[in-house]
């Protein structure tokens, strides 16, 4: 089915390990972005992607690195995880009238 | 720093009634704005979007624009209790961003 789809769900790893959460979408937008969402703060913009092999930083981009060497993946990782980034990770990409579509999130846990 | 602000509730209102759920922003330039429906657990759904100023309706949603006192307001008409969720608004100032409020929690008692 047409849509963006997140990997993994979910997500528990050790502080100091390296995870990737993986993000796809078939709507072949150019923009995509990853929000991370906590509990008083709201939806905060990590990084964003214009289009393939253009990227940007968000609001809160210290510890993640992302990539997009395909229009359709716009993959996040945390090079070595820290509990402050326990989270739920949002993909989303953005359609012709700048409304966003997201992904069903994927909830990290950094013990 | 663009922002956006709405009340964090929670807001409680009676089934049948109507839930007014409203958003300020501080740059004049604004051009879009959007309103999101968020379920516990879930990822946020698009339910209205609004580009001038005036009001939009689709079904029991209306969104109301009024860009020179910079707000912009979802009124639900018949709240029903599966309208219980955090309702986001979102604003995008002409750059490829949207910036977020915090959300509204909106609980319908049956």
């Known amino acids: 089915d047409a849509g963006i789809t997140q990997s993994p769900r979910y997500k528990i790893t050790e502080t100091g390990r390296q995870v990737t959460l993986m993000c796809h979408q078939t709507?072949?937008?150019?923009?995509m972005f990853w929000y991370r969402q906590d509990l008083g703060h709201g939806l905060r913009l990590i990084y964003y992607?214009?289009?393939?092999?253009?990227?940007d930083k968000g609001e809160v981009p210290d510890g993640y690195v992302v990539s997009r060497s395909k229009t359709e993946n716009f993959p996040l990782t945390l090079e070595s995880a820290t509990r402050s980034q326990t989270s739920v990770y949002f993909c989303?990409?953005?359609?012709?009238?700048?409304?966003?579509?997201f992904g069903e999130g994927s909830r990290l846990t950094v013990l | 720093q663009k922002e956006v602000e709405q009340n964090s509730g929670p807001l409680s209102v009676p089934e049948g009634a109507i839930a007014s759920l409203n958003c300020t922003y501080s740059?004049?330039?604004?051009?879009?704005f959007f309103w999101y429906r968020q379920y516990s657990g879930k990822s946020p759904e698009l339910i209205m979007s609004?580009?001038?100023?005036g009001d939009k309706e689709d079904g029991r949603f209306t969104a109301q624009l009024n860009k020179a006192s910079q707000y912009v307001s979802l009124l639900i008409r018949d709240s029903q209790p599966s309208d219980s969720a955090t309702y986001l608004c979102?604003?995008?100032?002409?750059?490829?961003?949207?910036?977020f409020g915090k959300g509204t929690k909106l609980t319908v008692n049956p």
């Open positions: 989303a990409s953005r359609g012709i009238t700048g409304e966003l579509f």
């Open positions: 709507w072949s937008h150019s923009y």
């Open positions: 992607s214009a289009a393939a092999d253009i990227t």
């Open positions: 740059d004049r330039g604004s051009q879009s």
């Open positions: 609004i580009y001038s100023n």
């Open positions: 979102a604003v995008n100032s002409g750059s490829e961003k949207l910036v």
